[in-house]
């Protein structure tokens, strides 16, 4: 849900809109089918770029996650913020790296996104990109200055992730560029 949307502390709960919330699943749903056209269209209609579902998942998050780079510009083109954290403080580039979208990837550091934009527990970009055996995404990744060295708050580094993943590809990858 929209954080616009959540009442605070002190405002009595209103129900929202049956219509409202529908018309809300509807832009969602835009996002993850990838409908840069229409998502364009609501947008300049008035609908908040960075509208957030009850996940805390922006369209620009759903559009990542399910692969549609074109959606990806369209949103951030009209604002939409490329490292905006859902409720699990993960951003729109890990969720591509995760998924294996190298062009979601690219687009989204095209338009400032960051590279190590890491989630609460410290986890990078690059290190799931390399627990998941995505070469192209962790070479792109290392040439926009994803730092292989970092740790997450476990002090785990890309490398170390790749190998405990048993990534056939990856470990070699992170190797050289540590070097």
Do not use: C, W
Not at 70 to 95: C, F, K, M, Y
Not at 102 to 120: D, F, K, M, R, Y
Not at 158 to 165: C, E, K, Q, S, V
Request: a negative charge; glycine letters at 8%.
């Amino acid at each position: 849900m929209n954080d616009d949307l959540k009442p605070s502390a002190t405002e009595p709960r209103k129900e929202l809109d049956p219509d409202l919330v529908e018309l809300a699943r509807e832009v969602f749903d835009l996002a993850r089918r990838g409908d840069a056209s229409m998502l364009a269209a609501v947008i300049d209609k008035g609908v908040p770029p960075n509208l957030r579902n009850e996940k805390g998942d922006s369209l620009l998050m759903l559009a990542s996650y399910h692969g549609h780079a074109d959606a990806v510009r369209t949103l951030i083109e009209r604002g939409a913020d490329p490292d905006l954290r859902n409720d699990n403080g993960q951003t729109p580039i890990a969720g591509a790296a995760f998924k294996g979208f190298e062009t979601v990837v690219e687009t989204l550091l095209a338009h400032g996104a960051n590279v190590e934009g890491a989630s609460p527990d410290g986890r990078t970009a690059l290190m799931i990109a390399a627990m998941f055996n995505r070469t192209a995404i962790v070479d792109l990744l290392l040439a926009h200055g994803a730092n292989p060295a970092a740790r997450d708050a476990s002090g785990v580094t890309p490398l170390d992730a790749a190998n405990r993943m048993g990534a056939p590809d990856t470990p070699a990858q992170l190797t050289k560029a540590q070097s």
